[in-house]
């Protein structure tokens, strides 16, 4: 009864997992490979000298948390994140670069091993710093006049799908992780698997 149980359990979760894979790999001609630079894919924000300020929404573990997201570039390559509280409380204080990711504060109950790390890879991916300079990929034309770019570095496995005529980011998936970047709304949605991780939204429409 217990390996019937167990059985039906990785069926129904396969099943589930095919299911919301398939949509997002689903509908592309065939791949060829090809050598792309880190510049071939826009990062969905580009760090910039002067400070860019962005909405950011959290959703963790049934609360609700609505802030400001400050991005800066610095003089070192490294990008500094701030997350703050509409009322001025410091919630976190990241630096992020290509070859690390610092986190100098996180709010409790944020403040775990697992959690940093998420944030660590969300902030690289967000930012565009998660690829090598050069890497090998499979790019192949798909419907609705998309792209999609598939990388697999470090022995995982990136899906992008790009616009076919500007190349911004419409999705990425990785194992874990699927985002999502709609344009219409001007809103970036980190969606991420397991029941003790956080909604990401970051709205761009709100940049001041």
């Given amino acids: 009864m217990k390996s019937f149980l167990y059985i039906s359990f990785v069926s129904v979760f396969f099943s589930l997992f095919v299911a919301c894979a398939a949509p997002f790999i689903s509908g592309c001609g065939e791949s060829e490979k090809a050598m792309m630079s880190r510049g071939d894919i826009p990062p969905l924000i580009s760090p910039e ?10 959703n963790f573990v049934g609360k609700n ?5 400050l991005v800066k570039k610095l003089c070192n390559d490294t990008v500094r994140v701030l997350v703050n509280s509409y009322f001025g409380m410091s919630l976190m ?15 409790e109950p944020m403040n775990r091993p697992t959690i940093k790390k998420l944030f660590g890879n969300d902030l690289k991916i967000l930012l565009g710093l998660n690829l090598p300079a050069n890497f090998w990929a499979e790019k192949s034309i798909c419907l609705h006049q998309e792209n999609r770019i598939t990388i697999k570095t470090k022995g995982e496995t990136i899906y992008y799908k790009l616009s076919a005529s500007n190349r911004s980011i419409l999705g990425i998936k ?4 699927l985002l999502k970047n709609d344009s ?6 980190f969606n991420h698997s397991g029941f003790f991780t956080p909604k990401i939204t970051i709205r761009k429409n709100q940049i001041r």
């Fill in 49 to 58: 000298d002067s400070l860019q300020v962005f909405d950011i929404e959290i």
């Fill in 93 to 107: 204080d990241f630096e992020v670069s290509v070859s690390g990711f610092e986190a100098h504060y996180m709010f």
């Fill in 184 to 189: 219409f709304s001007q809103k970036i949605t």
């Fill in 65 to 69: 948390i609505n802030g400001m997201m």
């Fill in 174 to 177: 990785t194992s874990g992780l």
